[in-house]
Structure formats: C-alpha cells, structure tokens
C-alpha cells in the first residue's frame, strides 16, 4: 500500500511534476536518504541496551555501562542531526515545489477569460491557491521525510529481531501483517470520510467569506441571527463529519496496542522460555520488546501518514484539474477582408453566457466613427455590461462578429486590443497601494504630468492635492478610504493614463454628482477619442453623437436624441421619468 501511495505521488501528471520538482532532484534524495540514516541509527539502540544488561549489569561491568551509555548519547546526537538535515531538505524542496505550483496557478488563472472564470468560479480559485496548496506541501514535506522511513523500521525491527533468535521473530513475522491490516482498514474506511471533511471545510469557509464581505448588508437589514444559524448549520455539519472520521481513527490506537500487547505477552512468555531452556540472554528479550514498540509506532505513523498523502494527492489532483483548463480565448491573427470606415461595428451580434438557455444578447448590429461619442441605455439586466464587455473582447460572440478599425476584433493579439481599449469597468477596483501606483496599473512608464492631466480631466485632481503625501498617499483595499465618486474619478483616471483609442466608461458617473458629471463630460470631449459611455442617466448620454437603446437584449433604438425622441418610445419613457417637466412642456 506504502508503494501504491509512493507511486501515485509521483505518477500523477508525471510530466508537470517533473517540471516543478526538477530544481529540487538533490534535495528530493537526500531528505529521505538522512531519513534513512537516522533511521538505522535507531535500529542499533535496542542492542545497545541489550549490551548494557547483558555485559554490563550481569557483570557488574561499570564502565561498560558508562561506555555503551556514551554511545546511545552518540547516536542520539547523531540521529538528530541526521534529523534535522533531513527536515531542511524536505523542507527546502516541499516550499519550493510548492511556490512553483502555485506561481504556475496563478500565472494560469491570469490567461483564464471571464467565460473561464464564470464556469469555475472565484471562491474555488482561491481555495486551490491557498488551501490546497498548503495541503500539497505538507503532504510532500511528510513524504520526503517519513515514507521511506517507517517501513524501513518495520521491516527493519523484524530483520535485527531475527539476529536475536528466531523463534521469538516468528511472532513479529505473524503480528505485523496482522497490524498493518487493521491500520489499514481504519485508513480505507477514513479516507472517504476525509473527503466528505474536506467538502463541508469548502462550504463553511465559503458561508464565512460571504458573510465577511457582506456585513454591511448583514447589519443594515438586522439578518445576523439568520446568517448566524446558517452559519451554525455549516459549522455543526462539518463538527459532525469530523466526529465520525475522528471516531475511526480513535480506533487506531487501542486495536494496535491490544495487538502489540497481546504479542508482548506472547514474546516475553516465549522470551522466558528461551532463556530458561535455551539460554537466550536476558538483554535480549529487551531488545526483542524495544523492537515491537518501535513496530507500532511507526505503524501508527504510516497510518496518519498515508492518509495525509491521500489528502495532499485529492488536492493535487484538484488543483491539476484547474491547470488542464485550456483557456477558451484563443488571439490568431487572421486575414479579414471586410472593409469600412467605421472605428467600431456590430455585426448581427448575438451573444449567450456560459450555461445559460437564453441569449443575452441578440442580433445586434450598429457602427460609430472614429472621434463619436457612443451613449448606451435601457432597463437594468437589458446586456448593456454584455455589450461593452465584447467590445475589449472580454467575451466572444456567439454568432456574428465585433469590427474594430476594420478588423474582426478575433485577429487582434490581446497586447493590440489591450492598446486600443481603455476601460473603466462597472465596479470599481482599487488596489492596497500608493494613488500613484495605482494610476500605474494602466501604464508602467507613464511619466507624472500625465497623471496629473489625467487627474485633472478626471475631476480628481484636488481629491489627491487634499491627500497627505498626493501621489503617495496609500489607499486602503478596495479603497475604502475613499468616498464612491472619489473612487470612480480615480478609476477614470487610471484609464486615462494609458495611450488608447476608444475609452469604455461602464456606468462610472454613477457616484457623481450632476455638477461634476457634467465637468468631466466637457473635459473628455477635448480627448477627441471615441468613447463609449453606459448610464443610467439620460443626462450621461443625453449629448452623445450616436445613442444605442437596448430592451431585454434587443437594439430596440439607434440615433441622436433628438431622433430617438421621435422614433423610440422607451428612450422617450426613460428621459421623461428624469425629465418629467419637460414632458409637461410638450403637452403644453
């Protein structure tokens, strides 16, 4: 079973395991080779004892006794160092693989598209980076150290017993299959049952993760008690499963020692006889006995060790399943021979999430120019977030085709369409670090006049001469140290950082007042880029060149506003709830 174990570590994806164990092939053999060493060096102790008793105290030979205790303080000495190195190596390679691994992950996850992303979700992502990562280390630690280490003793006890005297081995020869085979049922009873552990740990941490980035939530509408319970419910489910698992593997303990005892009496009984009959010599028998407790112990040890390898390798095997993703958005560079004049096209778009029946987005078909402003609208949940997230090629259509500078946006590298687009997404995202660095995210090299041109445009010039330390001033994750306008105009900032040629603004005049909204819009019209701008409000886009209007995922509205006052009644519903003076003018 020991092998079996071994060889799966090893087997699984053999080639990637490889690949991350190569810069550790000399820590990797020396860890368990010391291992081995100190294991021999316990091996000797017990005839070392035997030796004291039978030359020493049966002869009242002093210094004998002094001399063979020096020499159990010797390989005492010895046997931790020989420890302690190879505690460093399995450390040093089980750390190292393990930062590969999860500098392979994550570097893997950065590739991944939205679509990825949805179908896998975050809360499992952070869950092989972090806890099934810790779980490969330590079962790999463990591995180097204690796999080799614990049958070798076994087997080893069993051989220097047979040294002693033979017919006393023969009960180590009977009891040791009979031992493994309890420890190893109570294993294969347990693993499953670890499993299942494992499964209720996933949906605890996933209830408290929740509950932590929802409290605000939680305490407005006073729900803790109902959170609590829920929470309570997890928590007692996971306390279950852990009593049954720790239940079978209670067990372990006192069936290997009733075993080991009952042996002992066998052996001190037959160990009796021997020296009686036999002359078999008493430090013997004593050593014979220290050689069944080394027995149980390491089987014992092989036990928990075997099934903290099985865990490691399930994780292992989790976290390669995320690994053999193949990212889904493939960049090909691609001849098109579609010509127009338009910076930006829709051609008979339609696009479906990833598991959903329904179509976000259908039939979609519309151009601007280079230099217009594009102005999005409708009903919440009609795909206007879907919209613009195609047009940066966060997603692909599902039929029909994104034009960008008369290219089909799938020919494009992801550095062009990186180059091409800035985007200020629907969520804000700033990051634990300095206003400066976060400006930086959008362009390395960006120099500091252009952030503060930048800043400028984006209203948010004085929020960071207010700031102690301006550029330097830290932001909080998340930026909670900031209000939600401050945030969005930072966020339009960074985006105006970099060099693009269409600039995505997805609902990011939300926080801001009308006043300020207003300023930016003016401030943006001097860029002379193309830019996209989703809203709610029809102020927002109420001066846009070309206005889009979508309904349940249908372009139900194109044009200027004064044309979609005349042809659209949904665009003329929604500017008449905000303008309701004016629709009492028109009747007028």
Same mark, same amino acid.
């Given at each position: 079973?020991?092998?079996?174990?071994?060889?799966?570590?090893?087997?699984?994806?053999?080639?990637?395991?490889?690949?991350?164990?190569?810069?550790?092939?000399?820590?990797?053999?020396?860890?368990? &080779?010391?291992? $081995? =060493?100190? %294991?021999? !060096?316990?091996? @000797?102790?017990?005839?070392?004892? /035997?030796?004291? #008793? *039978?030359?020493?105290?049966?002869?009242?030979?002093?210094?004998?006794?002094?001399?063979?205790?020096?020499?159990?303080?010797?390989?005492?000495?010895?046997?931790?160092?020989?420890?302690?190195?190879?505690?460093?190596?399995?450390?040093?390679?089980?750390?190292?693989?393990?930062?590969?691994?999860?500098?392979?992950?994550?570097?893997?996850?950065?590739?991944?598209?939205?679509?990825?992303?949805?179908?896998?979700?975050?809360?499992?992502?952070?869950?092989?980076?972090?806890?099934?990562?810790?779980?490969?280390?330590?079962?790999?630690?463990?591995? &180097?150290?204690? $796999? =080799?280490? %614990?049958? !070798?003793?076994? @087997?080893?006890?069993?051989?220097? /017993?047979?040294? #002693? *005297?033979?017919?006393?081995?023969?009960?180590?020869?009977?009891?040791?299959?009979?031992?493994?085979?309890?420890?190893?049922?109570?294993?294969?009873?347990?693993?499953?049952?670890?499993?299942?552990?494992?499964?209720?740990?996933?949906?605890?941490?996933?209830?408290?993760?929740?509950?932590?980035?929802?409290?605000?939530?939680?305490?407005?509408?006073?729900?803790?008690?109902?959170?609590?319970?829920?929470?309570?419910?997890?928590?007692?489910?996971?306390?279950?499963?852990?009593?049954?698992?720790?239940?079978?593997?209670?067990?372990?303990?006192? &069936?290997?020692?009733? =075993?080991?005892?009952?042996?002992?009496?066998?052996?001190?009984?037959?160990?009796?006889?021997?020296?009686?009959?036999?002359?078999?010599?008493?430090?013997?028998?004593?050593?014979?006995?220290?050689?069944?407790?080394?027995?149980?112990?390491?089987?014992?040890?092989?036990?928990?060790?075997?099934?903290?390898?099985?865990?490691?390798?399930?994780?292992?095997?989790?976290?390669?399943?995320?690994?053999?993703?193949?990212?889904?958005?493939?960049?090909?560079?691609?001849?098109?021979?579609?010509?127009?004049?338009?910076?930006?096209?829709?051609?008979?778009?339609?696009?479906?999430?990833?598991?959903?029946?329904?179509?976000?987005?259908?039939?979609?078909?519309?151009?601007?120019?280079?230099?217009?402003?594009?102005?999005?609208?409708?009903?919440?949940?009609?795909?206007?977030?879907?919209?613009?997230?195609?047009?940066?090629?966060?997603?692909?259509?599902?039929?029909?085709?994104?034009?960008?500078?008369?290219?089909?946006?799938?020919?494009?590298?992801?550095?062009?369409?990186?180059?091409?687009?800035?985007?200020?997404?629907?969520?804000?995202?700033?990051?634990?670090?300095?206003?400066?660095?976060?400006?930086?995210?959008?362009?390395?090299?960006?120099?500091?006049?252009?952030?503060?041109?930048?800043?400028?445009?984006?209203?948010?010039?004085?929020?960071?001469?207010?700031?102690?330390?301006?550029?330097?001033?830290?932001?909080?994750?998340?930026?909670?140290?900031?209000?939600?306008?401050?945030?969005?105009?930072?966020?339009?900032?960074?985006?105006?950082?970099?060099?693009?040629?269409?600039?995505?603004?997805?609902?990011?005049?939300?926080?801001?007042?009308?006043?300020?909204?207003?300023?930016?819009?003016?401030?943006?019209?001097?860029?002379?880029?193309?830019?996209?701008?989703?809203?709610?409000?029809?102020?927002?886009?109420?001066?846009?060149?070309?206005?889009?209007?979508?309904?349940?995922?249908?372009?139900?509205?194109?044009?200027?506003?004064?044309?979609?006052?005349?042809?659209?009644?949904?665009?003329?519903?929604?500017?008449?709830?905000?303008?309701?003076?004016?629709?009492?003018?028109?009747?007028?």
């Amino acid at each position: 079973m020991t092998i079996i174990i071994s060889l799966r570590l090893i087997i699984v994806n053999m080639n990637r395991f490889k690949l991350l164990i190569k810069d550790y092939k000399k820590e990797s053999i020396l860890a368990p &080779l010391f291992k $081995l =060493l100190e %294991s021999l !060096f316990d091996l @000797f102790v017990p005839l070392v004892i /035997a030796g004291i #008793i *039978n030359k020493g105290i049966n002869n009242n030979d002093f210094n004998y006794v002094l001399k063979m205790f020096g020499l159990l303080i010797l390989l005492a000495i010895i046997g931790l160092a020989c420890s302690i190195v190879a505690q460093y190596f399995a450390a040093k390679a089980s750390v190292g693989f393990t930062t590969k691994l999860r500098a392979m992950l994550f570097e893997h996850i950065q590739g991944f598209s939205y679509q990825n992303l949805d179908e896998i979700g975050q809360d499992t992502l952070i869950t092989r980076l972090t806890s099934d990562t810790n779980q490969i280390q330590n079962g790999l630690n463990l591995a &180097l150290r204690l $796999l =080799l280490r %614990s049958p !070798f003793i076994v @087997f080893g006890a069993m051989m220097m /017993a047979f040294t #002693i *005297n033979v017919k006393c081995a023969l009960i180590f020869a009977v009891v040791i299959p009979l031992l493994c085979l309890v420890v190893f049922l109570i294993m294969i009873k347990s693993i499953p049952l670890f499993k299942e552990v494992q499964v209720a740990l996933d949906g605890l941490l996933s209830k408290t993760r929740e509950n932590l980035s929802g409290i605000r939530v939680i305490r407005a509408f006073r729900i803790e008690d109902k959170e609590f319970n829920e929470f309570k419910e997890k928590n007692d489910l996971l306390t279950r499963r852990n009593q049954r698992v720790g239940f079978l593997s209670a067990l372990t303990n006192p &069936l290997t020692y009733i =075993l080991i005892n009952m042996a002992t009496v066998v052996l001190i009984y037959t160990g009796t006889i021997e020296v009686r009959m036999y002359g078999l010599a008493q430090g013997d028998v004593v050593a014979l006995y220290n050689y069944m407790a080394q027995i149980v112990v390491e089987l014992v040890k092989m036990a928990n060790l075997i099934i903290t390898i099985d865990k490691s390798l399930a994780c292992f095997s989790r976290v390669e399943k995320v690994l053999d993703i193949k990212p889904d958005m493939r960049y090909e560079v691609n001849d098109y021979s579609k010509v127009n004049n338009n910076v930006l096209s829709f051609d008979h778009v339609t696009f479906t999430y990833p598991n959903s029946k329904e179509a976000c987005l259908e039939d979609i078909s519309f151009s601007i120019d280079k230099g217009e402003t594009l102005g999005i609208i409708g009903p919440t949940g009609c795909g206007k977030t879907s919209l613009v997230n195609l047009i940066y090629r966060a997603y692909d259509p599902s039929a029909g085709a994104v034009y960008l500078d008369d290219r089909d946006l799938k020919s494009y590298s992801k550095e062009e369409i990186v180059s091409k687009v800035s985007v200020v997404p629907q969520k804000t995202a700033l990051f634990k670090e300095s206003i400066k660095d976060n400006l930086r995210m959008a362009d390395p090299n960006v120099s500091e006049e252009k952030m503060w041109k930048a800043l400028d445009i984006a209203q948010a010039k004085d929020i960071v001469l207010n700031k102690e330390g301006q550029l330097d001033h830290m932001i909080e994750q998340g930026g909670k140290n900031l209000s939600g306008g401050q945030r969005q105009r930072l966020s339009i900032a960074r985006a105006l950082c970099k060099d693009f040629d269409i600039l995505i603004l997805d609902d990011s005049f939300s926080a801001l007042d009308y006043q300020t909204e207003a300023k930016l819009r003016m401030a943006l019209k001097t860029l002379n880029k193309t830019i996209v701008n989703v809203s709610q409000r029809a102020s927002s886009i109420k001066n846009a060149d070309k206005i889009l209007v979508l309904d349940d995922g249908k372009l139900v509205g194109f044009g200027s506003h004064n044309e979609l006052m005349k042809s659209c009644e949904l665009y003329k519903e929604i500017y008449y709830s905000q303008y309701p003076f004016e629709k009492e003018a028109s009747h007028e």
